[in-house]
């Protein structure tokens, strides 16, 4: 600016040099300032991903959604996903849990004792192999399938944890229902879903529980409620009459509230107060993450150790001993059959729970602590030997490998559909099946559970049942 020429002061007005002299030592007049440089807003993005590096070539990518939880109690992930796949989607489980339908078919259909040519009654196959192991492992997976719905290895909390709680009730009522429905056929079957429906109660008591309190409550739980149920028992029987409600819980058994409650926590065929420790112990499952192979084969081989160390004990405790030889086996012939039979198909221990020696006992269904750790044990090893194997076939073969397993991971998937359809088909076709050969029926079971489970996975659906639960239990939460 050249001398006597004015200047352009913050409103626009020129002002003489004299003037703007006097002005720097007065305050009358407002600081001059320049123009000010146009503000450019700068976004920072704290992530450099492939659809932000594309955003900022002005090319708009939407992000994939964030995978959505499976409904995991009765039915889990569809046919796209492998073994290894994240978000609790996981085949290894729907496989076991297929093999636990299969199991307990067997044991609702085969006998579980034969007399051989000579009049000697021993156990069979299906006592053997299935009997108390098939709806020990089912009640585990439901656990499994609980802790999956509320998170995985990731638990949910807060508001998340508080809903998947009501999905939950809503799902254990919806259960309960159908399982006093199928109460009412005449099948002489025990049906276990009334019973699975209080257990899904009393779990959400410890879905906001750490993994290792889930571990020690399992394993507590499995030891100690044993004793509090041989305590219990006698109360039971002597004060409430009648002290059970027959095979299964009906409609009718509502109407005896007393009767009912001591059949589902003490005195029925799945004491709910002794079972809680298996669905404990599934949520503790499914709080590992379960599609690492280092974790499956800890089940593995961790399970089937503790199944043949429980075993075993329980038959040097008894074998290494007369007296609860003479003593056990005078209570199995009185309630005929010999005492090796009744160990491998828990039937006729009628009466062992008066005497001390129950508590060495390992047989199907008498809540020992030794039952318990025997079948959990098995339980476990079917679960990682699964997983194992749908994650090698995954890994392998890819999509064809887990198309392998369709036949068992479908069944798997619709469990609660299948349970309920053959209990209904043995009460609409009895006077049909009658005559047929109970293995002949087996098979045929088993067929047609397979191949529904390949159409499901095939169509990429739930069952009819699973997908009624579903939607009751998204609105109910709603």
């Known amino acids: 600016m050249t001398r006597g020429v004015g200047f352009r002061g913050r409103h626009g007005t020129t002002l003489p040099r004299s003037y703007r002299d006097s002005a720097l030592s007065t305050r009358h007049v407002t600081k001059m300032t320049r123009p000010r440089p146009r ?115 990731r638990p949910h909390t807060g508001t998340r944890l508080k809903s998947g709680r009501r999905s939950i009730l809503v799902r254990a009522v919806l259960i309960t229902v159908i399982g006093l429905g199928c109460g009412a056929l005449n099948t002489n079957v025990a049906v276990i879903l009334v019973h699975y429906g209080a257990l899904f109660l009393i779990a959400t008591l410890f879905l906001g529980l750490r993994l290792r309190t889930l571990w020690f409550s399992a394993v507590g739980w499995l030891l100690l409620s044993p004793v509090l149920w041989y305590l219990l028992l006698p109360l039971a029987t002597s004060r409430i009459s009648p002290a059970t409600v027959g ?21 029925g065929y799945y004491p709910v107060l ?40 329980s038959d040097h405790l008894i074998g290494a001993n007369d007296q609860a030889l003479r003593t056990l086996g005078a209570i199995t012939e009185a309630n005929g059959l010999p005492l090796d039979a009744a160990l491998l198909s828990g039937h006729g221990l009628e009466g062992v729970e008066g005497t001390p020696w129950w508590f060495a006992l390992s047989a199907p269904h008498s809540s020992t602590p030794l039952d318990l750790l025997h079948v959990a044990g098995t339980a ?13 076939l995954s890994a392998l073969l890819g999509l064809a490998g887990d198309a392998l397993l369709w036949p068992l991971s479908g069944a798997g998937s619709a469990t609660l559909t299948l349970y309920a359809g053959h209990l209904v088909a043995l009460d609409l076709l009895s006077t049909v ?3 047929m050969p109970r293995l002949g029926l087996y098979l045929c079971f088993v ?25 009751l239990a998204r609105s109910g939460t709603a």
């Open 39 to 153: 503000m450019t807003t700068r976004v920072r993005f704290r992530r450099r991903t492939p659809q932000i590096q594309l955003a900022r070539l002005g090319i708009f990518v939407p992000e994939s959604p964030a995978p959505q939880p499976p409904d995991p109690i009765f039915q889990e992930p569809m046919p796209s996903q492998s073994a290894s796949a994240p978000a609790g989607r996981i085949v290894g489980v729907d496989v076991a849990r297929g093999l636990a339908l299969l199991g307990m078919m067997a044991t609702h259909i085969m006998p579980l004792t034969r007399a051989d040519e000579s009049g000697a009654v021993h156990a069979t196959w299906a006592a053997t192999i299935f009997a108390g192991t098939s709806s020990a492992l089912f009640a585990i997976l439901a656990g499994v399938g609980l802790a999956l719905l509320t998170g995985g290895s």
């Open 247 to 267: 095979p299964s819980p009906g409609l009718g058994d509502l109407l005896r509230p007393a009767s009912l409650t001591a059949d589902l926590f003490i005195t």
């Open 274 to 313: 002794v079972w809680t420790g298996f669905i404990v112990l599934g949520l503790a499952v499914g709080r590992c993450r379960l599609s690492l192979p280092p974790v499956a084969l800890a089940l593995t081989v961790g399970g089937a150790l503790l199944s043949w160390a429980a075993r075993a004990l």
């Open 380 to 392: 476990l090893a079917v679960l990682g030997l699964c997983q194992l194997l749908a994650m090698a």
């Open 433 to 435: 099946t009658a005559g």
């Open 447 to 471: 067929v047609g559970s397979l191949l529904v489970g390949i159409g499901l996975k095939w169509a990429g659906r739930r069952g009819p049942l699973e997908a009624g639960i579903h939607v």
